[in-house]
């Protein structure tokens, strides 16, 4: 699976848009882009998933750029409450393995 | 459907001892998947399962750890005679294989174990 490059952090103010950039420029094209956060001490909570076009759902819109070489997740309107540690992880449809591989992600502050 | 479920929560225990943690993943979900996370690090993968079959073990999973999931349900985490080393947050997730899509896991809330 791809190798992911995020920023160690970020800070946002509370109310207007975080958007979160990834770099996955060895993806191939059978694999997916994939969101997670971690608030602290609980588990990954999946956010959004995409392979080539744009997704939205209710939590978050993530931006493929055309080359799938980098994307950007987007908390449209950020809250204290997503202060938490972001993971993208590039994954294979059909790879011999189903193991998420996380990096350190970045670590999102939402300042009030 | 209430989630991935882990028990306990927290386990504190002294060097040598053994430990058994649980998951009970979202029902139906024919995959599971455990993983490891240390302080400041994202998780890492130990094991999943297939329905009752253990698929993948990772090189980090040494023997004295070990998984089950025997009726392809909840599954359990052994580690017997702990080590310092095995200080971490355990991690359940499991998802839905259909064999036609990509499946998306989704986690539990973790075992934090500390070894003293």
């Known amino acids: 699976d791809a190798k992911t490059t995020q920023p160690p952090s970020m800070d946002c103010a509370e109310g207007r848009a975080a958007n979160l950039p990834c770099n996955h420029s060895t993806i191939s094209g059978n694999e997916y882009v994939y969101w997670y956060r971690q608030i602290h001490s609980q588990g990954p909570q999946y956010i959004i998933h995409g392979l080539k076009n744009n997704e939205t759902n209710e939590m978050a819109s993530l931006i493929i750029t055309e080359d799938r070489k980098s994307s950007t997740l987007i908390l449209p309107h950020a809250t204290l409450r997503d202060t938490a540690v972001y993971y993208c992880?590039?994954?294979?449809?059909?790879?011999?393995?189903?193991?998420?591989?996380f990096g350190t992600g970045t670590l999102l502050a939402v300042q009030p | 459907d209430t989630g991935v479920s882990q028990d306990p929560r927290h386990k504190i225990t002294k060097r040598g001892q053994n430990v058994t943690f649980r998951c009970d993943p979202i029902s139906e979900h024919n995959r599971l998947y455990w993983y490891r996370q240390t302080l400041g690090q994202g998780p890492e993968f130990l094991t999943y399962?297939?329905?009752?079959?253990?698929?993948?073990k990772s090189r980090l999973l040494s023997d004295r750890f070990s998984a089950e999931r025997p009726k392809g349900s909840f599954s359990t985490l052994e580690i017997q005679r702990t080590e310092q080393g095995d200080s971490a947050m355990y991690l359940c997730?499991?998802?839905?294989?259909?064999?036609?899509?990509?499946?998306?896991?989704?986690f539990g809330p973790g075992t934090r174990l500390l070894v003293l």
């Open positions: 992880i590039v994954r294979s449809e059909t790879g011999a393995t189903n193991k998420l591989i």
């Open positions: 399962f297939q329905n009752e079959a253990q698929l993948e």
């Open positions: 997730a499991s998802s839905l294989s259909s064999g036609r899509a990509i499946e998306t896991q989704y």
